[in-house]
């Protein structure tokens, strides 16, 4: 945020995108989560032998926290406190693109080594089976509990109380984005599912559980959209960046929240469904195969029965 300070209004989309500030909470805390993920990264990388997986997560990492740099240290965090639609943008990047990338990369290993050796081998030891920490985490990323988790913390903070006090305080924004951010991630476990917990569930599950997801979202940005009056007073006295007014621009930031929300859940179900059908198809070729082999197994058997007898017979 810009700590209450009235900027100019913004020229160009350069200005836009060049307003970065690294010392505000959300950004410092941003800078010690990728430090942490470098260090226990480049540990790992010293220590094991790099294959194309290895790269392929980093770049995923890579992607998901560039994302986070902007939205919790870039432009769409230094104007939150003058355009709704730039505060709704935060929430998508950190929710609905870099929680799931960062979870596709699998970052734990590295937070892991990146703490000093006696802790590495404590933390290592909570994560096994039957740790406490690997207990709690099976119950937050059963779909029955991240689910309502994710959208109850999306709509409390919708709360236009609860809204305009996070942008009067800096630590209850920074609460606002990390309760965001953690419920995101255990929203989209059940549907990457990286270890150490698996998920269970099957590719028409997961579609499921997305679809459910979507009305709910659909519905509070249909709410933002569509009000005719301002919903949250905090942006009434904001500067008018782009010559919006403050319900042009609270309807933006709705529009934003709903098309681009619906885009990723939409585009991960399609994703699901070829990767369910890819299933199913190399399922029926194994058991066409098995079949075959079966078949071949059995007529092999029948023309050496057949063999024998006819050798007995010309014995006899």
Do not use: C
């Amino acid at each position: 945020m810009n700590d209450g300070q009235e900027p100019d209004l913004i020229n160009s989309f350069g200005e836009f995108a060049l307003a970065w500030d690294f010392s505000s909470p959300p950004a410092v805390l941003f800078l010690l989560i990728t430090s942490a993920y470098l260090i226990g990264t480049t540990r790992l990388a010293i220590r094991s032998d790099r294959d194309g997986r290895f790269w392929h997560k980093f770049t995923a990492s890579l992607f998901g926290l560039i994302l986070l740099a902007i939205a919790l240290a870039g432009p769409l965090d230094y104007y939150s406190g003058d355009l709704f639609a730039a505060h709704m943008s935060q929430h998508i990047v950190i929710a609905m693109f870099a929680a799931p990338l960062l979870l596709l990369a699998r970052p734990m290993p590295a937070y892991i080594w990146a703490l000093p050796r006696p802790l590495r081998v404590g933390v290592g030891t909570a994560l096994t089976d039957s740790g406490v920490i690997i207990k709690v985490m099976r119950i937050l990323t059963r779909p029955t509990v991240a689910l309502p988790v994710f959208i109850g913390t999306l709509y409390a903070w919708h709360i236009p109380e609860a809204y305009n006090q996070s942008l009067r305080d800096e630590w209850l924004h920074l609460f606002m984005h990390f309760t965001m951010f953690t419920t995101a991630v255990l929203f989209w476990w059940p549907i990457i599912g990286p270890p150490p917990i698996r998920t269970k569930l099957t590719h028409p599950q997961r579609i499921v559980y997305l679809l459910l997801a979507v009305t709910p979202t659909a519905v509070l940005a249909a709410i933002i959209t569509l009000s005719k009056s301002v919903l949250f007073d905090f942006y009434l006295d904001s500067p008018g960046h782009f010559s919006w007014s403050p319900t042009e621009d609270q309807r933006i930031g709705g529009l934003l929240m709903w098309i681009p929300g619906n885009f990723v859940y939409l585009t991960t179900m399609t994703i699901l469904f070829f990767r369910w059908f890819k299933e199913e198809e190399q399922k029926t070729s194994r058991e066409v195969t098995l079949h075959n082999r079966q078949a071949r197994s059995s007529n092999d058997s029948k023309i050496t029965q057949n063999k024998v007898k006819s050798d007995d017979d010309r014995t006899n």
